[in-house]
């Protein structure tokens, strides 16, 4: 059975209306899909109407990736198979879009500082609902002061760009309670991605762990095999399930594409196995 389960859509910093990527997921052969915007679930009902009025083979897994914070820094959370009806996590999803905005407009306060002017108007022109540093990259991008979305991460909104704005997310055991109120499993996303050391990214797993977490994702787009070998070694560790997904944004990058992810060894327990009896 091939599958994807981290996605993203145009409603969070993916480029592909939800009816593109379920055409894109058709085209890859794919079986089951997770459409895991950024603290949103707005594109998992329009992709669903899509796939019934083209008889598509195609199953939707309802999913969501939320921003949370950690003893270590920010970290994203998969929340897989979950509930979209339930009451807390909507709360939740509009608390955290609403920070997202609290941040963009703290963005456009600093920028005005270096005589930067227009970032927010482009976001409220162009963002679908989620606003993200991705969007905000953009944005610069299309305002002429840099030329690609890496540009402006190095020059500007990165690690050791010019203009910085603090997060402000969730706690981590908060957003694995939330999914899991949901109904769903809760999974440490792409964890050899977050700048932290080996010792640190031990930590945080053992953390995640503890919190109640789920699974971590063992397979996503270059990882390369000596850290795919040590986090196999943390999963047993940790007696975690194993997930894996391409965290598809864009079409057309070598990289990365839906459903192009290394494969999982068959028997090391996987999220497949809690879920495939609750599959429609």
Known sequence: MRYDFHSHTHYSDGVLSPEQ??????????????????????????????VKSNNFKLKLVDAIELSAQSDFGEIHIVGLNIDINSTHLL????????????????????FQKINIDGVLSELETNCKQVVTRSHIARALVSLGLVKDNNQAFKKYIGKKGRVKVATDWIPMEQAINAIQTAGGLAILAH???????????????????????????????????????????????NDLLA?????????NLKWSDLG?????????????DRIKNRLQ
């Open 91 to 110: 709360s939740l999803i509009a608390e955290q879009q609403d920070k997202r905005w609290q941040r963009a407009r703290a963005f456009e306060t600093k």
């Open 243 to 251: 997930s894996g997904g391409s965290d598809f944004h864009y079409p």
């Open 191 to 237: 964890p050899t991605r977050y700048p932290m050391s080996v010792r640190k990214l031990g930590y945080l797993i053992e953390e995640f762990k503890i919190a109640n977490g789920d699974a971590i994702e063992l397979a996503y787009p270059s990882i390369t095999p000596d850290k795919r070998g040590w986090l196999e070694v943390q999963r047993n560790k």
């Open 260 to 272: 192009r992810f290394p494969a999982i060894d068959k028997n090391i327990p996987h999220v497949l």
């Open 21 to 50: 990527l379920v055409v894109r997921a058709e085209k890859m052969g794919l079986d089951l899909l997770a459409i895991s915007d950024h603290d949103s679930i707005s594109g998992i009902e329009q992709a669903r109407a899509y």
